[in-house]
């Protein structure tokens, strides 16, 4: 039993190894943060994984396991949790459905304060954000925070309000 | 097997799985060690309970003997359930799950904790018999108040001391925790 669970997690982790590091590379700005909290979420994949019964999808699971790992791990700099985008963020775009906006992602400066921004966000948005920008559809990011798929959407639909309206120079009562 | 791609930090599997085995089989030595002592030190009272047991005197000491023994037996099961409840947190269930769990697992005052007062009050009237002086000169009633007195005075720092320890680590959990929930349900 126990090499078979030795067997399960070194498949988990070969899977989805490069999720992980996703979700680490959001959360921390530097690369000696980012491996103790792969370390760490590798720790509760381990701890967890004898009650993983297969109800939700491996990728659910791992993502729900990897924000919940997030939102403990930052206790030790819970208030100066940085959400990092990178420019080669392939679903970026979700964030920014505007076309005015779209051409501002161009420019390297729009970026960076597209990432100051982000990081105004509470950490629970920052976590919806980092789980919209890993491609997740409003219904996977229900299931890995226990949200319903149409409050999901209302919190989303929210934060890219806000965003935009910052964006744009607008005072946002958010904020 | 190491996870050294160039994406993904650098961490040796092996090495890791080494010790979370590790931890694995001293957590499980620790329930056991706690459930050996408490067996020990309930089988050291049945051993006492009959080697003191004389017929010529009243039945107050065997069985105060054996209500400490049976409170002993009693801890050794709540503390392991608790040990476990602590231990085995379930990362793999949705967030607010996962936060609510934590507001109940650190909130001060837990209706499970009401089981304590059974090996409790065992313990305190075993003693207090444990403890009396059959010889036929002293009080009952002044034994039985000064034991009262000490036990309540020894419960209350217990109880001092594990609120302090619950101030200090477990409310910034359970406020940080809660603060996380109510946003996310805002």
Redesign the interface.
């Known amino acids: 039993m126990k090499e078979n669970k030795e067997e399960r997690f070194k498949d988990l982790i070969a899977e989805n190894g490069d999720r992980i590091t996703r979700i680490c590379r959001y959360y921390n700005p530097n690369t000696e943060d980012q491996k103790d909290m792969y370390q760490e979420i590798l720790v509760n994949i381990w701890n967890s994984l004898d009650r993983f019964r297969g109800e939700s999808s491996v990728s659910t699971w791992i993502y729900r396991i990897a924000v919940n790992t997030s939102l403990s791990f930052t206790g030790k700099a819970f208030r100066h949790m940085k959400l990092q985008i990178h420019d080669d963020q392939k679903c970026l775009t979700v964030l920014l459905d505007d076309d005015e906006l779209e051409v501002k992602l161009k420019q390297e400066a729009d970026l960076e304060q597209l990432q100051t921004q982000l990081n105004l966000l509470s950490v629970i948005d920052k976590a919806l954000i980092s789980l919209l920008l890993e491609g997740l559809s409003m219904r996977e990011i229900g299931d890995v925070i226990g949200l319903t798929e149409p409050n999901v959407k209302v919190k989303i639909h929210r934060i890219k309000e806000a965003l935009k309206n910052q964006l744009n120079g607008k005072p946002n009562s958010k904020f | 097997?190491e996870?050294n791609?160039t994406?993904?930090?650098?961490?040796n599997?092996d090495k890791?799985?080494g010790n979370?085995?590790k931890e694995d089989a001293l957590n499980l030595k620790i329930i056991l060690s706690v459930q050996w002592l408490m067996w020990l030190v309930a089988v050291l009272y049945l051993v006492m309970v009959i080697f003191i047991f004389d017929f010529s005197k009243p039945w107050y000491k065997p069985a105060g003997g054996l209500m400490v023994m049976l409170a002993f037996v009693i801890f050794a099961v709540y503390l392991r359930n608790r040990y476990l409840a602590f231990k085995?947190?379930?990362?793999?269930?949705?967030?607010?799950?996962?936060?609510a769990k934590a507001v109940k697992r650190y909130q001060v005052f837990q209706w499970s904790a009401l089981l304590v007062l059974i090996p409790l009050l065992l313990e305190d009237i075993g003693l207090c018999f444990f403890s009396y002086d059959f010889s036929g000169h002293s009080d009952p009633f002044a034994h039985f108040v000064k034991w009262q007195v000490i036990f309540f005075v020894i419960i209350a720092i217990g109880v001092l001391i594990g609120y302090i320890i619950w101030r200090i680590r477990q409310k910034p959990?359970r406020d940080?925790a809660l603060a996380?929930l109510k946003?996310?349900e805002s």
């Open positions: 097997m996870t791609n994406n993904q930090p650098s961490v599997l890791l799985i979370l085995k085995l947190i379930d990362y793999g269930l949705p967030t607010t799950e996962v936060l959990l940080r996380l946003e996310i």
